[in-house]
């Protein structure tokens, strides 16, 4: 059942309530992807080499039980919103991330990035906690949950960190049908990926995590802001 405290959030902070309103209007961005691909790229396997695992990413994210903590490094918001929505939608194209067998890579944000979100669609000063974060999202409606948590999955490959760093410029198409950019930087460490999404005023968000389920056809890379369909004002 979809949360829908979103009003009591907004009423705490400075921020008009007109923000979420919105956001939720421009987000229906109208029918999700009618399916997500579900044959994984052929790719030659060498003679003798390991084949992937098919353990799911929905495994990996479920096999934290904490819950809504303090630790903004992991994918509690995420969790919570996937269960929500496959709840609500049991055939929703978000399914495929229970499917390890097919491959795909996700980007996907950890709690720090959903309190983010939060704190600039309010416009409040300080960060919610993690419940409020995922109250204020599941607010803005089923549809609109599962289309944002499309726009993080790239069906039908896996691209490790590796590929992600060689590719630089590339499009990448979601589940949701629109693309983002990799776009790697040079930085004091190395190089860094961050994500082009289609919101033109706001900060590209970052991989801070690479390899979530390496070794296996689903993987994940996890990023310090959501990924936004649409250009929010």
């Not at 929703?92 to 996907?108: E, I």
Request: glycine share 6%; hydrophobic share 45%.
């Amino acid at each position: 059942m979809v949360v829908t405290t979103v009003t009591d959030l907004v009423a705490s902070t400075k921020g008009s309530p007109m923000n979420i309103a919105r956001l939720a209007a421009r987000l229906a961005v109208g029918a999700t992807a009618a399916a997500v691909a579900t044959t994984a790229v052929a790719v030659p396997a060498r003679a003798g080499a390991k084949q992937p695992g098919t353990r799911s990413l929905a495994a990996v994210l479920t096999a934290d039980k904490s819950g809504f903590d303090r630790n903004s490094r992991d994918f509690d918001v995420l969790t919570k919103a996937v269960l929500t929505v496959l709840q609500a939608k049991p055939d929703s194209p978000v399914k495929v991330l229970t499917d390890g067998t097919v491959a795909l890579t996700a980007f996907v944000p950890n709690d720090y990035a959903f309190r983010e979100l939060v704190r600039d669609i309010t416009a409040a000063k300080k960060l919610p906690g993690e419940k409020a974060a995922f109250d204020a999202v599941a607010g803005l409606g089923v549809d609109t949950v599962e289309d944002v948590l499309l726009y993080h999955v790239v069906p039908g490959a896996t691209i490790d960190r590796k590929a992600a760093l060689k590719a630089d410029g590339a499009d990448l198409t979601t589940a949701l049908g629109a693309t983002v950019e990799v776009d790697v930087k040079r930085c004091w460490y190395g190089r860094e990926v961050r994500l082009v999404d289609a919101d033109t005023s706001d900060r590209n968000a970052k991989v801070v995590r690479y390899d979530i389920n390496k070794g296996n056809k689903q993987i994940a890379h996890a990023v310090d802001r959501v990924l936004r369909p649409i250009d929010l004002p």
